[in-house]
């Protein structure tokens, strides 16, 4: 909101785990009156609780959904570039399937060409190359460290 001036009608994408951050805006951006466009591989998509609450909203709100496992298809368009670790606390035993499974996720340049030309980067930290190159993170697109600090006046 701060950098857009709003948030009705922008399309965020989530490129990589259906975790506990994606739920969370899986349950907040059809109220807001975002577009929601999600890309995970096979077998780590969001929890489908979480999908059908989505739908709902979405749905009533008249925003629009998206669930692929093609990352270029969900970046297509959107305003807002996003990902998170690929490897929570406590999934540290499952790093070596988890990079495997994730190949091909990583948010670069290349992934940004399908995006809108305002595009934007969100990643709430700390981050991970393989979750998104050099190129992208340190880019003038990339929001990352307001995000940081925004989130530091929430706790």
């Not at 399937?97 to 030309?117: C, D, H, I, N, P």
Request: hydrophobic letters at 35%; aromatic letters at 8%.
């Amino acid at each position: 909101q701060e950098h857009y001036g709003g948030l009705n009608g922008l399309t965020v994408t989530w490129i990589g785990d259906g975790n506990n951050v994606l739920h969370s805006i899986m349950t907040s951006a059809a109220k807001l009156g975002m577009h929601l466009r999600i890309a995970t591989p096979k077998g780590f998509e969001p929890d489908l609780s979480i999908t059908k609450i989505a739908e709902q909203y979405s749905s009533k709100c008249g925003t629009k959904l998206l669930l692929t496992t093609d990352p270029l298809e969900a970046a297509d368009g959107a305003n807002v570039l996003v990902t998170d670790t690929w490897i929570s606390m406590g999934q540290e035993e499952e790093k070596k399937e988890r990079l495997k499974a994730f190949q091909g996720y990583q948010v670069t340049m290349q992934t940004a060409k399908s995006a809108a030309s305002n595009w934007t980067f969100l990643h709430c930290l700390p981050r991970k190359p393989e979750e998104v190159d050099d190129e992208v993170f340190y880019s003038p697109q990339s929001l990352v460290f307001q995000e940081a600090e925004n989130r530091k006046w929430t706790i």
